[in-house]
């Protein structure tokens, strides 16, 4: 029998958007979102629930890796439809008990948003009806600096995320900003980068024809190197 799902009328934050604001209590204090986090890069992210295992796995990795996120002055903040005290016991049940993958006594000490009226989840488009209507999926929102939505990813509830595939999308979106290219399949910081496109049939000519560090596939398609160094050194002195 076909399962019966209501939709409620959402509008759903998307890519190029100002990140929608709020006000929340956390297990850091309450915070003014994203007022609060200008200037930096943050992840806001949302899980389905505390004292569930694909979570447990989730933070004890993203609070591991916190560093290399700070490292290129990006802030997590993490969401659920829970309330402020589960979320406490949850986090000293993680630092006190859990051993896992090599990981052990971890502190979460980013803050992680109550929602127990689903009102950021809502506003965020991280309540999908037809995965859940009482849990947040495993959405991720890259936010820049300015307060601009950069990028969205969503996974269902079975699948915990790939954490160096965040890393290297705030990575990846700062060094776009920073030299003016675009990134190819799988880039990685050291791989080549792509160039603007040409915009004249001149310039289209000049790359094809002109010897210089561009390597050119065909005219619409040209990379050139560009060092980790300056990369991660661009995005350090920003
Ligand atoms: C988990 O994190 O393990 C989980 C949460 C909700 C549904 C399924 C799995």
Redesign the pocket.
Known sequence: MEQSISYEPVSMPRIGDAAPEFNAVTTQGPIHFPNDYKGHWVILFS???DF?????S?FMTFATMEPQFEAVNCKLVGLSIDGLYSHIAWLRTIKEKIDYKGMKNVEVNFPLIEDITMEVAKRYGMIQPGE?ST?AVRAVFFIDPQGTIRTIIYYP??L?RNFDELLRVVIALQTADNFDVALPADWRPGDDVIVPPAGSCGVAKERVETKSDLTCHDWFFCTKPLSEDKVMHAIKNK
Do not use: F
């Open positions: 899980h389905p629930a569930t295992p694909v979570c447990t989730e859940s849990k509830l079975s915990g």
